[in-house]
Structure formats: structure tokens, C-alpha cells
């Protein structure tokens, strides 16, 4: 082939190329989409350096889903004048991440712990992998990885289409919801339009998953098929229990003993949910106990008038708006905790 075919074929490549990649990009685009960023280990650790910041100024959040759905960055900051260092991770338990910050001794900051009691009380080795996953990405992040997370927020802050935990191969094979093979577990595919992460790691319900009642059923669905609706299968209790109330308790002494701060948070839940979360883990049993092992103070939403009565969409996080509602909330209560000084 001559030099000149060569060119000509690289040429011909290139603009199929560019043609595929607009043409993708708009398809999603036209579904209402807009960039967002895929909520893995490296922008997790993004985020982890920050635990640093001044106390005074800035708040560090540890829990799963639902703190990263109902607090709401903006309002937070122009309530408070204090940044947040989202570290939640969804359908994760936060001890792991609550002990490696007690074990960094350098980190002395305020602490606010969301308590999710099936995956917070919880054995299965599950809801600790993402945890794992990203403080050891944190930990053994090289010049080279840390490049590449600047340059892929660059292109995913443009782009709809990068990100993969959306739009890529994987996900959407995921998308076509084969049955499961016997003995082979997968994981089952959420709406898109559900959550969808921004750079500071809060995550929103988008207007077109509220107003479609076919999404909020897929996704009710896949809560029940998780067993969040489940009556029967009573929390954990005895020698395991205590075993975690005891790990935490550890984690949170060493945090208050470097002259940290430290809170329990358990933020709103409704309907199905919420009736089996009363019944599998009741309150006195559970959180009045880690409250009470811990020797530390909570903000339980049932206590107060002001969030008792939300309705989550799908049983499990707030809407946008009502994430607004709540943060305006949780910042009063804080504030009248002396967590930070009034304005």
C-alpha cells in the first residue's frame, strides 16, 4: 500500500471516529443527561486528601448512599461557610473508612458518621469492598494515577459519554439484564437517570427518574430483591454485634482523643423501607446502643419535627429539593450541638 492509501485510511479513521463519539455523545445528551463523574476509587481519594483542612472550616462525611443523596453540598457551604469532604460511598459500610481515619494521626477534623443499619450492622464481606478499594487506591496512589485522575475529571466535567459506570461497555451489557446463571451473582443494573455523581461526590435523583413511575418501580424493585423490605431477617445480634459496636468505638475514642469531633447522623427513609428497617433493627436496640457505646451524640431524623415526615421517591434517599430541606435542617441541629459557631 502506498504512503498516500496510508494517509488516506488514517484520515477516513479519524472522522468515523469523531462522527461515533459526537453521535454517541448526543444520543445521551438528547435523553436529558448532562457530564458527570464516575464514583470510583480514584475520585474517592481525590477527596480523601482534604481530611486535612483546617476544623474550623471544613466537615468530613462517612457513611453509604443516602448522606451522599441528602446533603446537599451548596446549602451546606452557605449555611455554614464550611467546606465538606464527602467520603460515603454507596452501599458501603463507613467503619472501614471511620478506622483508617482514626489510625491517621493527622487527621484531628470533625466527623459526621451516617448510620444506614443494614450495611452499617452488617457481616457481609460486601459491604466493605468499596471501602478497601479506595483507601488502598489512596494509599498506593503513584504520580502517574494521580495525573490520570485530574485528566479524566477534565474530560468527564465535558463529556457525558465518559462516564463508565454508565455509559461504558460493561454497564451497558449489564443494561440487557440477563437472568442470573445458578451459583453466579450480578449485580443488578440501577436507572441511569437515578444517581448521578457530581465532582465533590454528591449524588442527585434526576427529574426524569421522579416523574417516571416505571424507573421508581425498577429501582423499588431492586431494593426489595436486596431485602431492604424484608421483615424476617432479623438484624444481627449477641457476640457480632457487640463486635462492631466495640470496633467503632475504638476508631472513635482515638478521633476525640487527638482533640477531634465526632457525630451519628441517621438520615430519612420511608415506606416499605422504612417499616422493615423498624422492625429488623429498632431504634433503642441499635442506635440509642451505638450511641450509648460510643459515649457519642446522634441526630436521628425521627426525633425531630422538622425531617420526620419526609417521603423518599424510592424508600431510600431524598429528592433534590428535599435534600435542600433537610441540609438547612441538619445544619441547625449541628449548630445547636456547638458544632460550629453560629453566624
Not at 478506622?99 to 458518621?113: P, S
Not at 475514642?253 to 429488623?280: H, L, Q, Y
Amino acid at each position: 500500500m502506498q504512503p498516500n492509501h496510508f494517509k488516506k485510511a488514517s484520515i477516513l479513521t479519524l472522522v468515523l471516529v469523531i462522527i461515533f463519539t459526537c453521535s454517541w455523545e448526543l444520543h445521551w445528551r438528547n435523553k436529558g443527561f448532562t457530564p458527570t463523574y464516575n464514583d470510583d476509587a480514584s475520585l474517592w481519594a481525590l477527596h480523601r486528601k482534604d481530611v486535612y483542612k483546617p476544623k474550623d472550616k471544613t466537615t468530613v462525611f462517612i457513611g453509604s448512599s443516602r448522606i451522599k443523596f441528602d446533603l446537599d453540598i451548596k446549602t451546606w457551604t452557605a449555611i455554614t461557610g464550611e467546606d465538606i469532604v464527602q467520603l460515603s460511598m454507596v452501599g458501603t459500610s463507613p467503619i472501614k473508612i471511620l478506622t483508617d481515619l482514626a489510625n491517621d494521626e493527622k487527621f484531628k477534623g470533625k466527623l459526621v458518621i451516617d448510620v444506614t443499619e443494614q450495611v452499617f450492622f452488617s457481616l457481609f464481606p460486601y459491604v466493605n469492598k468499596s471501602a478497601i478499594e479506595g483507601i488502598d487506591f489512596y494509599k498506593k496512589l503513584t504520580p502517574s494515577q494521580k495525573f490520570g485522575t485530574f485528566l479524566n475529571q477534565g474530560l468527564e466535567s465535558k463529556m457525558v459519554s465518559l462516564e463508565e459506570g454508565k455509559f461504558g461497555l460493561n454497564a451497558l451489557f449489564t443494561d440487557l439484564r440477563v437472568p442470573n446463571r445458578p451459583t453466579v451473582f450480578s449485580f443488578p443494573p440501577f436507572p441511569k437517570e437515578f444517581g448521578l455523581t457530581m465532582a465533590s461526590r454528591q449524588d442527585y435523583m434526576m427529574d426524569e427518574f421522579m416523574k417516571d413511575t416505571a424507573l421508581v418501580n425498577w429501582q423499588t424493585g431492586i431494593w426489595a430483591g436486596f431485602g431492604m423490605t424484608d421483615t424476617t431477617h432479623k438484624g444481627i445480634e449477641g457476640t457480632p454485634l457487640q463486635g462492631i459496636m466495640d470496633e467503632v468505638k475504638t476508631a472513635v475514642d482515638k478521633i476525640k482523643a487527638r482533640g477531634g469531633k465526632v457525630i451519628f447522623v441517621r438520615t430519612p427513609d420511608s415506606g416499605p423501607a422504612a417499616f422493615a428497617s423498624e422492625i429488623t433493627h429498632p431504634k433503642a436496640k441499635y442506635w440509642d446502643l451505638l450511641l450509648a457505646n460510643t459515649k457519642t451524640d446522634g441526630i436521628h431524623f425521627k426525633d425531630y419535627p422538622e425531617t420526620s415526615n419526609f417521603i423518599c421517591p424510592e424508600w431510600s434517599h431524598l429528592s433534590p429539593s428535599d435534600a435542600i430541606v433537610y441540609t438547612t435542617a441538619l445544619a441547625k441541629q449541628l449548630q445547636d450541638k456547638n458544632w460550629f459557631p453560629k453566624k
